[in-house]
């Protein structure tokens, strides 16, 4: 990779640069063009990912995404076939008994939630929009159980409408090592990834961040010398051993929260 960008170049008299605090005081224009990089290393490294949820229509991506909330996609892809079998519209979901569906979800944990969360969704579909998963933002949000986080998934994945950046755990992760933004808040972070993501990009953004926080910037111990963004990452070589204490004590709790 050639690095020409003016952030990147020498402040320091040794001739290197010192990448950290060129980025600390970096302007707006600075970072947008350094994140446009960031996004032409990463389409180059995942020139093949899409959404990892398994789904042939809106409805099943919807259950899908409500299903992976604290579970991984891959638990969650090993149920749907026969969750999607039986269940094929809303209104089979809006007359399914909790006691059914909850034992059909065990295996991805917070079962009976996610099993009131989609029959309470899938009823306000059925009474409120005839049965078809609806197609905007304001809609989507106002289903219970729904978040942005969900409604962008569903809107830039199966309608294809580019409405926000989904954001989770590895989004908000890899977001903020590589400087993109320094909130903790989803809604937040979206924003600032809006911001500095042409709006075209904004699905795929969510799944390349995702990727690389899968394969390179591993909550615990991230892959830097082997990464594809070491050179536009302030945090390169730098994840201390404190965040990785704090990651481990997030995963702890997480996983005790899960066993409840
Ligand atoms: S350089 Fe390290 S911290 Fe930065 S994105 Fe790559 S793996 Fe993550």
Redesign the pocket.
């Known amino acids: 990779m050639v690095l020409c960008n003016s952030v990147l170049r020498s402040t320091r008299p040794d001739g290197g640069f010192n990448l950290s605090a060129d980025m600390a005081s970096e302007t707006n224009q600075q970072q947008e063009t350094r994140a446009r990089r960031i996004l032409e290393v990463l389409r180059r490294t995942y020139p093949e990912v899409q959404c990892a949820l398994n789904f042939r229509n809106p409805l099943e991506l919807l259950i899908a995404t409500i299903l992976s909330a604290q579970c991984t996609d891959e638990r969650v892809n090993r149920v749907t076939p026969a969750l999607f079998e039986k269940y094929k519209s809303a209104a089979d979901y809006a007359g399914a008994s909790i006691d059914t569906l909850a034992r059909e979800i065990r295996s991805l944990g917070f079962f009976r939630n996610k099993a009131k969360s989609v029959i309470d969704c899938c009823k306000a579909i059925v009474e409120k929009h005839g049965g078809e998963v609806p197609r905007t933002m304001a809609e989507l949000t106002n289903l219970p159980g729904v978040g942005r986080k969900t409604a962008n998934v569903v809107l830039g994945n199966a309608f294809g409408v580019q409405e926000g950046i989904a954001v989770d755990t590895h989004v908000r992760r ?1 977001a903020a ?2 400087g993109l933004t320094k909130h903790d808040d989803p809604d937040k972070i979206e924003a600032d990834l809006m911001r500095l993501i042409p709006r075209k990009e904004w699905a795929m953004a969510s799944h390349w961040l995702i990727w ?1 926080g899968r394969l ?2 591993m909550a615990r111990k ?3 010398p082997g ?1 594809e ?2 050179k536009l ?1 302030p ?3 730098k ?1 201390s051993a404190k965040d990785k204490r704090v990651t481990m004590r997030k995963a702890a709790a997480k996983s005790g929260k899960r066993n409840k």
């Open positions: 890899v090592r590589l690389h390179r910037c991230p892959d830097c990464c963004l070491a990452c945090s390169a070589n994840v």
